[in-house]
């Protein structure tokens, strides 16, 4: 089969696996989850920040800490779709399209929640003492479905080698060519060196380091978005009201920008949204498993603060800078839309803009980190179907994906990794709604816990 005929193919697939059914399924199972729970992401949102600092902080069974697990999810989230991901959704939907986006993430944080608790609950221990946890184990355990799961964990293993992989280090290559006319192939050979001398140390490894980025790579580029907006005050006010309308009534066409119905706001908002913060993906509960932990439900607080950082800032704070030049209607698009808004408000140093070198530089931070984070997950959907002793040779294959990504047009891998995420979303959901109510059990059981600090509580657990 030929590149083009197969790009037809999965395209043609991607137009059915991510049309209106799919979103609405989304939707739907995640205001289950949040009524089940009695909107435990508003309810408990004070405490869950309480626990990443608490003195139970290493206490239970698991291999890294609570902070470390969710630096570790976030590396994998936090990237190219919290940049060019939320310029296309304004650039192709209208700024409606930030509304239904914000709506995928406050429903979100309920739907990772859940996925975080059953993929602690039914975790297991592997041979080399650590902990293995995910979708394929709750698939597995919780549903009784062994060819379930290993569906799952194949579209997880392919899906980190593409989405989480060759897309991220070709993005990269893109931005350091534009930008700083380094040669992709370069580009290539550092991004293979770097992650590979974090990766062969494992989780330990990928954790503390993921745990120095993050934080970092968050924190300077939402102060350059506070900047930029702060700068034009004025007109956030004008923005809200813009995202609330259009995400109700449709934007009209505005200089270079072609208006939109609602149903495109909508559509491209849910999709960006979930691409962007994952919930409903799979991915966050396998790093969550390997958190050290005295309940399942800890963790799980921790964990939907994900969503809440992802979508509800990093997306926010993009859309706002967007909208508040006034550079949406400019008729640019993705990446190039967002270093555009950066731009305007940043000198030109040395014949580079500050703005643009901002944002050129948090995407490539965003999407090394989002090279640790899926070899993580990949290699423990690569260690379910085929044990530890495979580990090693996925990461092998990992990096030799990195440099091979850098290098190769990627039209076909996009539409690849776009068919494999939806294909896993299927599984997962089926799952979540299915042992809702073990999700439920267990929330109700460790909140009757959470303030005794010197009660620790041991079980519930699957191992």
């Not at 200089?255 to 409903?280: P, Y």
């Not at 980190?369 to 379910?384: D, F, H, I, P, Q």
């Amino acid at each position: 089969m030929s590149q083009t005929l197969a790009l037809d193919f999965f395209n043609s697939i991607n137009d059915v696996l991510w049309g209106w059914p799919m979103l609405i399924i989304l939707v739907v199972a995640a205001s289950i989850l949040t009524i089940g729970l009695r909107a435990i992401q508003i309810t408990q949102f004070k405490y869950a920040w309480q626990l990443i600092f608490s003195k139970k902080e290493n206490h239970g069974h698991g291999d890294i800490s609570h902070l470390q697990a969710l630096m570790t999810a976030l590396s994998a989230t936090v990237g190219t779709g919290n940049i060019a991901g939320v310029a296309t959704a304004i650039a192709m939907g209208g700024p409606g399209a930030v509304f239904w986006m914000w709506l995928t993430g406050i429903l979100g944080m309920a739907t990772k929640f859940s996925e975080a608790i059953l993929g602690i609950h039914f975790r297991i221990k592997n041979e080399n003492g650590s902990m293995s946890g995910g979708p394929m184990y709750y698939i597995r355990h919780g549903l009784g479905s062994p060819f379930l799961a290993s569906l799952f964990a194949i579209f997880m293993a392919v899906a980190a080698l593409n989405l989480g992989n060759m897309i991220q280090s070709n993005s990269v290559a893109d931005i350091m060519e534009s930008t700083f006319n380094v040669p992709f192939n370069v580009t290539g050979i550092i991004l293979a060196i770097g992650t590979g001398l974090v990766i062969l140390g494992g989780i330990s490894r990928i954790a503390k380091v993921a745990s120095a980025i993050v934080p970092v790579m968050i924190t300077i580029y939402t102060l350059a978005a506070v900047y930029i907006v702060i700068l034009n005050i004025g007109e956030v006010p004008e923005a809200f009201v813009l995202i609330f309308k259009s995400a109700f009534s449709g934007t009209a066409a505005v200089g270079g920008f072609v208006g939109v119905a609602v149903k495109t706001a909508i559509q491209l908002g849910l999709a960006r949204g979930v691409f962007s913060n994952e919930s409903g993906l799979g991915s966050a509960p396998i790093a969550a498993a390997a958190a050290k932990t005295t309940h399942p439900t800890e963790q799980a607080l921790v964990s939907m603060l994900q969503t809440f950082i992802d979508t509800l800032v990093v997306c926010t704070l993009t859309a706002l800078v967007i909208l508040t030049t006034g550079v949406w209607t400019g008729g640019e698009n993705g990446a190039s839309l967002t270093g555009l808004a950066f731009a305007t408000a940043f000198p030109v140093v040395s014949g580079f803009n500050i703005g643009s070198v901002i944002v050129s530089i948090s995407l490539l931070f965003f999407a090394y980190s989002t090279l640790l984070g899926w070899c993580y997950y990949g290699e423990k959907a690569t260690e379910y179907l085929m044990g530890v002793k495979s580990i090693l040779f996925y990461r092998i294959a990992f990096i030799i994906c990195i440099f091979a990504g850098a290098v190769l047009k990627l039209e076909l891998v996009w539409a690849m990794a776009t068919t494999v995420t939806g294909l896993m979303i299927l599984p997962n959901l089926y799952a979540l709604i299915r042992l809702r109510h073990k999700v439920y059990d267990l929330t109700k059981d460790y909140l009757k816990y959470k303030y005794v600090e010197d009660k620790p509580y041991d079980g519930p657990f699957h191992f």
